[in-house]
């Protein structure tokens, strides 16, 4: 089962390497938004998949990420590859001070709370017009590769976005792995059962939260700078039940769940419209509904459910309903 | 695990370097022209908060289609793909780049929204693919044209409505003492800009101002206060939900400035509305402007302008509400579109349709009696003139000559 994951890893990852080749530049350059919201999700499979905490409002740390990329290059002429790490630690600071609240809240009343937080994004963006630009936002240069590199912006910024996704995925996979991974499972599964074998439910949660945070601060960045400009407008309340929607369809057991979530909503929007350019909405909407009917446990689930169907001799461990919480956590 | 990762980076280093050969592919400076077709391509918020002003695209697309059911221009038909983007820059950035790559569109056409157009602005002028008549008011794509020459607006922008305002009261009522309530932001502040500088040495006439944000719910606080502050002229630079509110609450407030209202802002939907909860007298003598016809004022039945876009609605949107004046306000740009792709006759390349661009002389017949369309290389204002209307009992009459905003901003300077 481990050698096929790393054989499927390899194979996923020679594949986003050699793709820019065959394809035109525009194509890479949606494909680097696949990869900010691949991680955007990655940190809800985290929190949500992982250890049960349901956030309506990622949207909040993905504008946190977006506009400190961007304040720092427009005001201080920071360059991207300092503002990224920089933008995923601002918003895991604000992570952690959200994630002790959180400690407060479960189920729906976090997700209100964390709801607000993705309302009140917008107007408090258009406050602190010298910093923000208020509602105009803030234009960015583009991104150019180093001279000694000869790709076009489009396909250097898709490796860069590549290459901390697939850091940030293996990162990710390994601490799941481990005893972080058990800890925050068990605090989803049963948190009085989990604090009397010592894990401490409040540090994991606070941690699952800002952890989280820090994957959609990065991903914020990461889709800022491609977009060359950050408004209120595009931290909207749609953004926040984007990539929840996203996490939902992917898979929220299983890390795969981030790339497939990743390609729907930023494809399936599109396709939408190319079906049916009256009523995009509403092809986008019965293509969701179809989805979760016939695969509960999003694409990566039903995937993984047909895998094991096939080998009957493995655990076929059925995949939890998603997002109440799953009573029983099923192999990685 | 770590094997393997840095096997997987090693191949994504090799394929990095495997990619220096390719070549970057330049576009060819008359994409989407054929001798039967011109694809055009332009973005709207189909779905999301802003889809009311869907119907400018719908407009357009209707309009296109009557040009070809008549021949096309020049014997080309013209397509038009227009995207949903949800009012969302990123979305807009993301489609206006396939529409430009993949479907190889000539020019970019209509796209609505000042957020949407700012962010795709700098790709188009680097490109040099034509951003035209943009669906937005904020006065940067005339006041930045030396920064980016391939971008035009269309309609008369907010900072100029605003100097005709002023310029109204300083003529008719030079004691004013003005307050305002706008909204904050880009929209808003074009506004604020605008009046102050019509008023010029006479600025000192404004009283008080208040601002809002959109996401407030209500604004009758921010009324309250200015009618504190004793003014007799209240300027409502406002959206339509907090247009309504703002009269509603100055009716019911029993203050009864004279109230200038922004012309985005007066739809017969949105004037109903705040007469029928506040009152005849809320709505009553309001003054604000025009620059395209009234589809909803019964005087322009035999207007041809009228005709045409009654015709071009009953066949093509027949089930849009003729009065909602978005439908013909994207005719109008749609007509502006063709009538540039009409005088670059044979020669339809990029840069041919922005000289054509940058020498508009038209008489729009959507566009409101006497205005001109008319630009230059440097003056991408294609619209500088509107006329000011007064609200009575139900419509909007016409009070006097066009006022032309840019000539008196060119005077001062």
New interface residues.
């Given amino acids: 089962m481990k050698t096929n994951r790393l054989v499927l890893f390899g194979v996923v990852a020679i594949v986003i390497a050699i793709f820019p080749a065959f394809v035109p530049s525009y194509v890479s350059f949606e494909f680097t938004y696949v990869a900010a919201y691949a991680i955007a999700i990655l940190g809800l499979i985290v929190l949500t998949g992982k250890n049960g905490q349901i956030s309506l409002g990622h949207g909040a740390f993905l504008a946190i990420g977006g506009y400190t990329v961007a304040i720092l290059a427009t005001k201080a002429g920071v360059p991207f590859w300092i503002g990224i790490p920089l933008a995923g630690i601002v918003s895991g600071i604000i992570g952690i001070g959200i994630g002790l609240v959180a400690l407060r809240l479960e189920g729906v009343y976090l997700a209100l709370a964390t709801f607000a937080m993705a309302v009140s994004v917008p107007s408090l963006l258009k406050r602190f017009t010298d910093l923000t630009g208020g509602s105009g936002g803030l234009v960015l240069d583009p991104v150019t590769p180093p001279s000694w590199l000869p790709i076009d912006s489009e396909r250097f910024f898709y490796y860069v976005a590549w290459a901390i996704a697939g850091v940030l995925i293996v990162f990710t996979a390994v601490l799941l792995e481990g005893r972080v991974g058990r800890a925050l499972r068990a605090i989803r599964d049963n948190e009085v059962a989990a604090s009397s074998f010592g894990v401490n439910p409040y540090f994991y949660k606070t941690l699952a939260f800002s952890w989280s945070a820090v994957y959609a601060g990065i991903a914020g960045a990461l889709a800022a700078i491609p977009t060359a400009f950050v408004s209120p407008d595009t931290y909207n309340f749609n953004l926040s039940v984007t990539v929840l929607i996203g996490a939902v369809l992917g898979g929220l057991e299983s890390l795969w769940g981030a790339l497939l979530g990743a390609l729907v909503i930023e494809f399936l929007p599109l396709w939408a419209q190319k079906i049916n350019a009256a009523a995009p909405s509403v092809v986008y909407g019965v293509a969701l509904i179809a989805v979760m009917l016939t695969m509960p446990g999003g694409i990566a689930g039903g995937l993984i459910r047909l895998f094991h169907r096939r080998e009957p001799k493995a655990d076929a461990r059925a995949v939890g309903p998603v997002v109440a919480v799953p009573v029983q956590h099923s192999s990685e | ?1 770590v094997k ?2 840095k ?3 090693g ?2 280093a ?3 370097f ?3 050969t ?1 070549a ?2 330049p576009v060819r400076a008359d994409d989407g022209v054929t001798p039967t077709e011109i694809v055009i391509g332009g973005t709207d918020p ?4 802003a889809s009311a002003y869907s119907s400018i695209g719908k407009g357009s697309a209707a309009y296109f289609q009557y040009v070809n059911d008549h021949g096309g221009v020049n014997g080309r038909k013209i397509t038009y793909k227009n ?2 983007d ?6 807009t ?3 206006t ?2 529409l ?3 479907d190889k569109v000539f020019a970019i056409f209509g796209s609505l ?4 157009n ?2 795709i602005r ?2 188009l002028n ?1 490109k040099g693919v034509p951003q035209l008549f943009i669906a937005s008011g904020a006065s940067k794509w005339g006041n930045e044209v030396a920064q980016y020459p391939w971008t035009i607006g269309w309609e008369p922008d907010y900072e100029s409505e605003a100097v005709i305002y002023a310029r109204n009261i300083l003529k008719e009522k030079p004691n004013s003492k003005i307050a305002i309530i706008y909204q ?4 808003g502040n074009d506004y604020l800009r605008g009046l102050t500088r019509g008023l010029g040495s006479h600025a000192s006439m404004i009283v008080k101002q208040a601002s809002y ?3 407030d719910p209500d604004v009758s606080s921010q009324i309250a206060s200015l009618k504190a502050s004793g003014a007799d002229t209240l300027m409502i630079f406002a959206t339509p939900k907090f247009a309504i509110q703002s009269m509603v609450a100055t009716a019911q407030q029993g203050w009864k400035p004279q109230i200038y209202l922004s012309n985005v802002s007066i739809s017969e939907a949105i004037m109903h509305a705040a007469t029928k909860v506040g009152g005849a007298d809320a709505t009553n003598g309001i003054i604000s402007t025009q620059f395209v016809k009234d589809p909803g004022d019964p005087k322009n039945a035999n207007d041809p302008g009228y005709k045409l876009y009654k015709e071009i609605m009953d066949k093509y949107i027949p089930t849009g509400t003729l009065s909602d004046g978005n439908y013909l306000v994207g005719m109008a740009f749609a007509y502006t579109m063709v009538d540039v792709l009409q005088r670059c006759g044979k020669d339809v390349t990029r840069a041919n349709v922005m000289k054509m661009a940058d020498s508009l002389n038209e008489v729009n017949p959507f566009a409101y009696p006497g205005i001109l369309v008319s630009t230059s290389a440097t003056n991408h204002f294609p619209m500088t003139s509107a006329a000011l209307v007064r609200y009575d009992n139900g419509r909007f009459i016409p009070t006097g000559a066009l006022i032309d905003a840019r000539a008196i901003i060119k005077a001062e300077k």
């Fill in positions: 695990m393997s990762t096997t997987a980076v191949i994504a090799l394929a990095a495997a990619l220096s390719v970057v592919t189909f779905s999301g908060p995207l949903d949800s009012y969302s820059p990123p979305q950035v993301q489609l780049r396939q430009v790559e993949d929204g000042t957020g949407p700012t962010a700098p790709y680097q904050n932001d880009d929209f944000e959109v996401t």
